[in-house]
């Protein structure tokens, strides 16, 4: 199967003019973004040089963790409406009568979304640790540099947002309702973070393999996604709101 | 009312209609054969066939819910008939052959859905990136003049009228040169002025030589822009051009207005050539006649008389009448519209299913 890298790129180009026109957008992606670097930066700042060892273990675990929730819930709200949203507002019929084909219309819209989420989520976390280096006390500031929580943090941000994006769009195009789209697409975007979030407080023991083997999962996840997502992508369905029925359907000269 | 009628007095209907016209000669632009479509229980479509000319206009007519636009996205690879098969711009409708087909087609729906947040100008470069057209600025340029939208090409597409967004969607379809091109009621909620331009623009598709496939609701509409139609109500009823089909459902017939009743109708009219039956109707020339009147002593009254040939009874009607002493306001051939066909196939479907 070809894919067009024009028909894709079309797809991303508009989605990128819409987001940047649509102001809503932007500041309801943004306040997360702002929450989960004010938050984290607060608790290690308010951090004294004298703090105990334990204190500061379990700070910086949390400050860590924190920023993993951005490339989750932006793109989970995002991609949540990407289908559904555009059958609501009826542009999504012309679209697909266009040779565009699925694979295509959801690379275009899993990658509009991923470049500004993952630099959001980038950038938020560069801020941080920008902000601890130059402002914290230095034993603080050492120990956020060198949490192990910190190259995993940079790996993690692309794949969850991967998951989170394929999971939303798979929820838009069977969903009938933008609204409950959003609210089970951060639901389904819950059980990464919940295996991050245990292992960034050390209920399980976050040991390099451990930490490979679940960015290697869901690498492979990512990458498979958007046929499996294609697969339930079904024209008829969005179109018509009904499920397709099965039939004698003949090819004319070509049987 | 055996009194205000003559020897047949039934309505201006033939007995029989005929068989469906053959399809026009010359390439087909669309093959429907034999398409059926249920979802679930429900039949949209039932073993509708029909053919469509290269460059012709073709109506397609039919009350809500009759499988209008069911038809024209099984024909636009937008669903998958149950059964059947199809032949779209020499292209066998298959899972395999959508994308091909859907890049020599274009489909105008009902909503024009563009992007509100892009300006005309951005929606377009998107299809047309979409399309994969090379020389896209100048295919937008030329799509807007088709138009007439050149001077809102920068305006944001949700601050423009329906009207204007519906000639935007327009240009949309045009941008990709169709070979045939699907109208789904493309004058829906406009007002006259901006239905009247979109007439002129499918005027112009046709003039082009665009193969033009029109489900509409507006009869007047049909009859002025389509050189065939068709009338379905989930399965096809009829299909002709609109005066064969007015001619195969109706007898001729002519309308006569004297400006008192006649004392004995039944003398005048019976056995003058051509005539077939007459009846008593209202003086509203423009209404149809349907059901015989009694009419009141000196004041105008109408008859109508089912005729063979207009031509040959028009004037043995005249001299019946100036010789039984009657002042004649007018003779007329009666017209029947393509509402008339539509609403009495539909009402026939209809009044079978109830």
């Given at each position: 199967?070809?894919?067009?890298?024009s028909?894709?790129?079309?797809?991303?180009?508009k989605?990128?003019?819409?987001?940047?026109r649509?102001?809503?957008?932007?500041?309801?992606a943004?306040?997360?973004?702002i929450?989960?670097l004010?938050s984290?930066t607060?608790?290690?700042?308010?951090?004294k040089?004298?703090?105990?060892?334990t204190?500061l273990?379990?700070?910086v675990?949390?400050?860590l963790?924190?920023p993993l929730l951005?490339?989750?819930?932006?793109p989970?709200i995002l991609?949540?409406?990407a289908v559904?949203?555009e059958?609501?507002q009826?542009?999504?019929?012309p679209?697909?009568?266009t040779?565009?084909?699925?694979v295509e219309?959801?690379?275009g819209?899993?990658?509009?979304?991923?470049?500004?989420?993952?630099?959001?989520?980038y950038?938020?976390?560069?801020?941080?640790?920008?902000?601890?280096?130059?402002?914290?006390?230095?034993?603080?500031?050492?120990?956020?540099?060198h949490?192990?929580?910190?190259?995993?943090?940079?790996?993690?941000?692309?794949?969850?947002?991967?998951w989170?994006?394929?999971?939303?769009?798979a929820?838009?195009?069977?969903?009938?309702?933008?609204?409950?789209?959003?609210q089970?697409?951060?639901?389904?975007?819950?059980?990464?973070?919940?295996l991050a979030a245990?292992?960034s407080f050390q209920?399980?023991?976050?040991t390099?393999?451990l930490?490979a083997a679940l960015?290697?999962g869901?690498?492979?996840?990512?990458?498979?996604?958007?046929?499996?997502?294609?697969r339930?992508?079904?024209r008829?369905?969005?179109?018509t709101?009904?499920?397709?029925t099965?039939?004698?359907?003949?090819?004319?000269?070509s049987? | 009312?055996?009194t205000t009628?003559?020897p047949?007095?039934s309505?201006?209907r033939s007995?029989?209609?005929?068989?469906?016209?053959?399809?026009?000669?010359?390439?087909a632009?669309?093959?429907?054969s034999?398409?059926?479509?249920t979802?679930?229980?429900?039949?949209a479509?039932?073993d509708v066939s029909?053919?469509?000319?290269?460059?012709?206009?073709?109506?397609f007519?039919?009350?809500?819910g009759?499988?209008?636009?069911?038809t024209v996205r099984?024909?636009g690879?937008?669903i998958e008939p149950?059964a059947g098969s199809a032949v779209v711009a020499?292209i066998?409708?298959?899972?395999?052959?959508?994308a091909?087909?859907?890049?020599h087609?274009?489909?105008m729906?009902?909503?024009?859905?563009?992007?509100?947040r892009?300006?005309v100008?951005?929606?377009?470069?998107?299809?047309?990136?979409l399309y994969g057209?090379?020389?896209?600025?100048?295919?937008?340029?030329?799509?807007?003049?088709?138009?007439?939208?050149?001077?809102?090409?920068h305006?944001?597409a949700?601050?423009?009228?329906k009207?204007?967004r519906?000639?935007?969607?327009?240009?949309?379809?045009?941008?990709?040169?169709?070979a045939?091109m699907f109208?789904?009621e493309?004058t829906?909620?406009?007002d006259?002025?901006?239905?009247h331009?979109?007439?002129?623009?499918?005027?112009?598709l046709r003039d082009?030589?665009?193969t033009?496939f029109?489900?509409?609701?507006?009869?007047?509409?049909?009859?002025?822009?389509?050189?065939?139609?068709a009338?379905?109500n989930?399965r096809?009823?009829t299909?002709?051009?609109?005066?064969?089909?007015?001619?195969?459902l109706?007898?001729?017939s002519?309308?006569v207005?004297?400006?008192?009743p006649l004392a004995?109708?039944?003398?005048?009219?019976?056995?003058l050539p051509?005539v077939e039956?007459?009846?008593t109707?209202?003086?509203?020339t423009?209404?149809?006649?349907?059901?015989?009147l009694?009419?009141p002593a000196?004041?105008?009254?109408?008859?109508?008389?089912?005729?063979?040939d207009?031509?040959q009874?028009?004037?043995?009607v005249t001299?019946?009448?100036?010789?039984?002493?009657?002042d004649?306001?007018?003779i007329a051939e009666s017209?029947?519209?393509?509402?008339?066909v539509?609403?009495?196939l539909?009402?026939?479907?209809?009044?079978?299913?109830?």
């Amino acid at each position: 199967m070809s894919i067009s890298t024009s028909r894709t790129g079309a797809v991303i180009r508009k989605e990128l003019t819409e987001f940047r026109r649509n102001r809503l957008i932007l500041i309801t992606a943004s306040v997360l973004p702002i929450v989960f670097l004010v938050s984290p930066t607060a608790q290690i700042l308010s951090l004294k040089a004298s703090a105990l060892s334990t204190v500061l273990e379990r700070r910086v675990e949390t400050a860590l963790f924190l920023p993993l929730l951005i490339p989750v819930f932006v793109p989970a709200i995002l991609s949540a409406y990407a289908v559904v949203g555009e059958r609501e507002q009826g542009t999504l019929e012309p679209v697909l009568t266009t040779p565009i084909s699925r694979v295509e219309f959801l690379l275009g819209k899993a990658t509009a979304i991923f470049v500004p989420a993952v630099g959001v989520a980038y950038l938020m976390f560069g801020v941080f640790v920008a902000i601890t280096q130059f402002a914290a006390a230095s034993p603080v500031a050492t120990a956020v540099l060198h949490a192990p929580q910190l190259p995993a943090e940079l790996v993690f941000i692309p794949l969850l947002a991967g998951w989170a994006i394929w999971v939303g769009l798979a929820i838009s195009a069977r969903a009938t309702d933008t609204r409950v789209a959003q609210q089970l697409s951060i639901l389904a975007s819950l059980p990464p973070i919940a295996l991050a979030a245990l292992m960034s407080f050390q209920v399980i023991s976050p040991t390099f393999e451990l930490a490979a083997a679940l960015a290697v999962g869901l690498l492979v996840i990512d990458s498979l996604a958007c046929f499996a997502v294609a697969r339930v992508f079904d024209r008829e369905r969005l179109i018509t709101g009904t499920k397709p029925t099965s039939g004698s359907y003949r090819v004319r000269g070509s049987q | 009312m055996s009194t205000t009628s003559g020897p047949s007095s039934s309505p201006t209907r033939s007995p029989s209609p005929a068989p469906p016209s053959p399809a026009p000669a010359g390439p087909a632009a669309i093959e429907a054969s034999h398409l059926t479509k249920t979802f679930g229980p429900r039949t949209a479509v039932a073993d509708v066939s029909f053919t469509v000319a290269r460059g012709e206009v073709f109506g397609f007519l039919g009350p809500n819910g009759a499988g209008k636009t069911t038809t024209v996205r099984i024909l636009g690879t937008l669903i998958e008939p149950t059964a059947g098969s199809a032949v779209v711009a020499d292209i066998p409708l298959s899972p395999a052959t959508g994308a091909e087909i859907r890049q020599h087609i274009s489909i105008m729906p009902e909503a024009p859905g563009l992007y509100r947040r892009l300006t005309v100008t951005e929606n377009l470069d998107f299809f047309a990136r979409l399309y994969g057209l090379r020389r896209r600025e100048q295919r937008i340029s030329q799509a807007l003049a088709a138009v007439g939208l050149r001077d809102r090409a920068h305006d944001l597409a949700g601050s423009l009228s329906k009207g204007l967004r519906q000639r935007a969607a327009l240009a949309r379809s045009l941008l990709n040169d169709p070979a045939v091109m699907f109208l789904d009621e493309p004058t829906s909620g406009l007002d006259p002025v901006a239905a009247h331009e979109v007439h002129g623009l499918i005027t112009a598709l046709r003039d082009r030589g665009v193969t033009v496939f029109l489900t509409t609701h507006r009869l007047d509409e049909a009859e002025r822009l389509c050189d065939r139609v068709a009338i379905m109500n989930t399965r096809l009823l009829t299909i002709g051009r609109p005066d064969e089909l007015r001619q195969r459902l109706f007898s001729r017939s002519l309308a006569v207005i004297t400006a008192a009743p006649l004392a004995s109708p039944d003398q005048v009219f019976t056995g003058l050539p051509a005539v077939e039956s007459w009846q008593t109707t209202t003086t509203d020339t423009t209404a149809t006649p349907t059901a015989p009147l009694t009419p009141p002593a000196n004041s105008p009254v109408g008859y109508l008389l089912t005729v063979t040939d207009p031509a040959q009874a028009a004037p043995a009607v005249t001299r019946a009448l100036v010789a039984a002493g009657a002042d004649v306001l007018s003779i007329a051939e009666s017209r029947h519209t393509l509402e008339d066909v539509y609403l009495q196939l539909v009402d026939d479907t209809e009044g079978r299913t109830r």
